[in-house]
């Protein structure tokens, strides 16, 4: 039987856990994870609900800890000199749902990112250092972790991509291309950003779309 660490006592939550580790089974299908594999992954699993505005992970901190965005949205963002936001990510279920400083962790250097919920939101996350001590065991799990973590480069790459374009017509084709569902997910201003484009001048170039 599966053991879960829960954060909270609400009885939605409660009973929301029973479906993680078949959520987790279902989104990474190709992995065909046995129920035994299973059973231990969840006993490192804790589940939490976050508020809207909480963070996941915080500037100046390292990055120790995977999450799988369950429901809900959230994005990563840096702060510039000015103080303001500077989006890096969107994240959403079924597509987008991994929270994860990659350079962070494999650095093992302070983060400069932060991972706020857009709204309220529910997680399962594990510690990397702990599921590291069963890839002797359980080697698939470092197939698992390395999954994830490649995710992040293609974000990575995605996000490039994107920079490296000029015009504002063409960054945001390309980011409807890569993400649809960011526009139906987070307010132009987010999207604006990521982009890096004034937001005047994404309202201006969409509106004509």
């Known amino acids: 039987m599966c053991l879960y660490t829960i954060v909270g006592s609400n009885l939605k939550i409660a009973e929301q856990l029973m479906d993680i580790l078949k959520y987790i089974q279902q989104q990474y299908s190709h992995f065909n994870l046995t129920e035994e594999e299973l059973s231990v992954l969840g006993e490192y699993i804790t589940v939490q609900h976050f508020k809207r505005n909480e963070l996941f992970l915080e500037e100046h901190t390292t990055c120790e800890k995977i999450g799988l965005l369950v429901t809900g949205t959230a994005y990563s963002y840096k702060i510039n000199d000015h103080g303001e936001e ?25 983060s400069i990112l932060n991972i ?14 702990e599921i590291k001590k069963l890839y002797h065991e359980y080697p698939r799990f470092l197939q698992f972790e390395l999954l ?5 480069c293609i974000k990575a790459i995605q996000r490039n991509q994107i920079l490296q374009v000029k015009s504002a017509e063409e960054k945001i084709k390309l980011l409807q291309n890569q993400k649809p569902k960011v526009f139906e997910l987070f307010p132009y201003a987010h999207i604006a950003s990521y982009l ?14």
């Open 148 to 152: 994830l973590t490649q995710q992040e």
């Open 116 to 129: 706020k919920f857009q709204e309220d939101a529910m997680v399962s996350y594990y510690y990397i250092e």
């Open 196 to 209: 890096g484009i004034h937001r005047n001048t994404f309202r201006r170039v969409f509106s004509k779309q």
């Open 86 to 110: 500077v989006i890096q990510d969107f994240l959403y279920p079924n597509g987008q749902e991994i929270l994860f400083d990659y350079e962070s962790y494999f650095q093992q250097e302070k």
